[in-house]
């Protein structure tokens, strides 16, 4: 059984460190350094890579969380305060990504830098950062599934239970489910694709969307805060999308990759 120790790592005088800010700024931190490794391997300026990472990173959080906002304005709208509480959760995976490859790769683009590879650098960094980040839920206790009782239940106080679920103690840890996921997903990237896309720049990426979206199908469905469209849950949506676009444009650039070969 898991059961959340509370949001709050250590209060350091008045000021209160969340977990939820540790684990992203962790997160953060090794997906950097494992793309300033990368770019070296591949024999690309790595304080270039930096420079559009960091651009990123910036764009990966506005657009999180205005991404999340959008589809809660029901709640911001009524208080707006809460848009930039940033510690109490609330940044969409999805809307991170989107963000980030926008502000990142234009950035790349203006430069004449190759965005592709970019990309392909970020990659395995998104990957292990979400298996990371994801456990900001645990601790947030939020993001968590339907009601189960199967032996690694997670636990959720009173306060936290959906309306539906009042009284229903024990659920399932959907954090845990992705976060397993996230980890799976960033060694099949480095360990059995990374070498073999190589020579088709952006294929990578687009693999690790394609694998990231056909976990989150799965684990979506079983969440009870899915952000909705209608009778729509919007992640399921965005992750046939992103599995769509992957079984189709890998293979291109693949062929791609064999002609100019």
Do not use: C
């Not at 399932?172 to 190589?198: I, K, N, Q």
């Amino acid at each position: 059984m898991f059961h959340s120790p509370g949001a709050i790592a250590l209060h350091v005088g008045p000021v209160a460190i969340r977990w939820y800010g540790v684990l992203m700024a962790s997160a953060m931190a090794l997906g950097l350094w494992l793309g300033h490794r990368d770019a070296r391997r591949r024999g690309i300026d790595p304080d270039s890579l930096l420079k559009a990472a960091e651009l990123a990173l910036l764009g990966g959080l506005v657009g999180a969380r205005l991404y999340y906002v959008l589809f809660n304005l029901d709640y911001y709208s009524q208080f707006p305060g809460k848009i930039f509480a940033l510690w109490e959760g609330g940044l969409a995976i999805h809307g991170g990504v989107i963000g980030g490859v926008l502000a990142g790769g234009a950035y790349a683009w203006r430069r004449g830098l190759p965005v592709r590879q970019y990309l392909d650098i970020a990659a395995p960094s998104l990957a292990i950062g979400q298996a990371i980040g994801r456990w900001g839920n645990f601790f947030n206790e939020e993001a968590f599934g339907r009601p189960t009782d199967l032996p690694w239940k997670l636990f959720v106080s009173p306060v936290h239970r959906p309306l539906e679920y009042a009284q229903s103690e024990f659920f399932h840890p959907t954090f845990l489910y992705e976060s397993l996921w996230d980890v799976l997903v960033f060694a099949v990237l480095v360990l059995g694709l990374r070498d073999r896309l190589e020579r088709a720049p952006g294929a990578l990426f687009l693999a690790y969307l394609g694998l990231y979206s056909l976990g989150r199908l799965f684990t979506e469905g079983l969440r009870t805060d899915a952000l909705m469209l209608g009778p729509l849950r919007i992640a399921q949506v965005v992750s046939l999308i992103g599995m769509a676009v992957a079984a189709v444009g890998v293979p291109l650039l693949m062929r791609h990759r064999g002609r100019a070969a």
